[in-house]
């Protein structure tokens, strides 16, 4: 048998070259990491401030287009004006001639606009190139209140305005202790105000028959125009009121003569005596009394 035996120095230069070989590896692992890293790191911060120059460059481009003289306001048109000045409206507005169209605040104008007591509704459109178009809803005088003084107010009981004279159009309004200022509520007209829409909408009287309406604690005493016919009616269940008003008018008994009615009670329709004065002209405002007429 021949035996062959392997020399030292081989076997040691065997060992050396792997060591070194590991060692090289090992260093590898640790920087390679670290380069691709920060190469990413580096293309992602270019790409931001690509995208935020690009960015930037499409704002002044916008500005520079919403900024042409070719857009801007040209003609402010107000449509809808009964009462109104348009001229005042837009100046309420707070808009301009020259300002860009694509710049205005719709919604901003239109709160403007709100503002006005007569103006229930409103809407602000642009119409490009160059027209802003308001069109306007008013309130409508629905009745006047009286105390010291005179003032419109519509279905809601807006105070629309306080005219020096009241020119006799409406409904007045009497028996309320404080008129409010413009664009304000005039609740204690409220109550009133729903009493007048329940009787036209009965379809007795129409509302050009209806010469005042006074508030009483416990009643609301209607007057109509010509026979001065005085309704009285509760201060809760108005239909139900009109309901026996219509009735009664349907039977054949109502007499636009007379003194008045009181429908205060249910199923029934009481008429009113007629009053005099210390000097026997008709005269007062009778609380429930008379025979009963159905």
């Known amino acids: 048998m021949r035996i062959t035996r392997k020399k030292p120095g081989r076997v040691r230069d065997r060992s050396v070259r792997k060591t070194a070989v590991k060692r090289k590896s090992r260093s590898g692992i640790k920087i ?10 580096f293309r992602g911060a270019m790409a931001g401030s690509l995208v935020l120059a690009l960015l930037y460059a499409g704002f002044l481009g916008v500005e520079k287009v919403i900024s042409f003289p070719s857009l801007a306001v040209k003609a ?7 009462g109104v000045d348009p001229d005042g409206l837009v100046l309420l507005s707070g808009m301009r001639l020259g300002d860009p169209l694509l710049k205005v605040d719709l919604k901003k104008v239109r709160a403007r606009l709100l503002s006005h007591p007569v ?29 010291r003084d005179f003032a419109l107010v519509d279905e ?5 305005s306080h005219p020096a004279s009241y020119s006799g159009n409406y409904p007045v309004i009497t028996g309320i202790t404080s008129i409010p200022e413009e664009g304000k509520v ?16 009965s379809g007795f009287p129409d509302g050009g028959r209806i010469s005042e309406l006074r508030i009483s604690p416990d009643r609301f005493l209607v007057s109509l125009t010509g026979s001065g016919t005085l309704l009285v009616l509760p201060r809760g269940n108005v239909p139900a009121a009109m309901l026996r008003l219509s009735r009664f008018v349907k039977s054949g008994h109502f007499d636009v003569r007379a003194p008045g009615y009181d429908l205060r009670f249910e199923g029934r329709v009481v008429a009113l005596p007629e009053r005099t004065v210390a000097n026997g002209s008709p005269g007062g405002i009778p609380f429930a009394g008379g025979k009963s007429n159905g």
Request: overall charge neutral; some cysteine; charged content about 25%.
């Open 186 to 201: 005039a609740h204690e007209a409220v109550a009133a105000l729903e009493v007048l829409r329940e009787m036209i909408s």
């Open 156 to 160: 809601e009981g807006i105070v629309l």
């Open 119 to 147: 103006v229930k509704n409103v809407s602000v459109v642009r119409e490009l190139p160059g027209t802003l178009r308001i069109t306007i809803e008013e309130r409508t005088p629905a009745a006047a209140l009286m105390n």
């Open 32 to 41: 390679r990491p670290l380069i691709v890293r920060s190469w990413w790191a």
């Open 76 to 82: 402010i048109e107000v449509t809808g004006c009964r």
